[in-house]
Nanobody, 132 residues
Framework: QVSLVESGGGSVQAGGSLRLSCATS????????MGWFRQAPGKEREGVAT????????????YFADSVKGRFTISQDNHLNTLYLQMKSLTPEDTGMYYC?????????????????????WGQGTHVTVSS
């Protein structure tokens, strides 16, 4: 059974930092595109950051929304099947529910590059509130 469980959300003041984690199980993590998405109240879900590592020790590719470039870092521990999102210099515009997602289809790398919120598997989300 596929499971994605986010943690690390909370409340922080503008300029602060948070690190989100996503523990996963039940699917082929190393062949998947993994991503973080967020949804603010009244807004559509958007792809914040995605990561894909070519199986067999190949290159790792990361993609970021323009609004978070230089502030957010996505990483993963392939041994623990865990995904991370390090967020720095947070602003109130970063407030929202953050979701971890996995795409295990035929072309995960393209899914990663597009960052579209149509991944196959999703966690329940962890909320981030940034106050000014």
């Amino acid at each position: 059974q596929v499971s994605l469980v986010e943690s690390g959300g909370g409340s922080v003041q503008a300029g602060g930092s948070l690190r989100l984690s996503c523990a996963t199980s039940g699917f082929s993590y190393r062949r998947s595109c993994m991503g973080w998405f967020r949804q603010a109240p009244g807004k559509e879900r958007e792809g914040v950051a995605t990561i894909y590592t070519v199986p067999g020790g190949g290159a790792t590719y990361t993609y970021f929304a323009d609004s978070v470039k230089g502030r957010f870092t996505i990483s993963q521990d392939n041994h623990l099947n865990t995904l991370y999102l390090q967020m720095k210099s947070l602003t109130p515009e970063d407030t929202g529910m953050y979701y971890c997602a996995a795409e295990t289809g035929l072309d995960p790398m393209t899914k990663c590059a597009r960052r579209s919120p149509d991944f196959g598997y999703w966690g329940q989300g962890t909320h981030v509130t940034v106050s000014s």
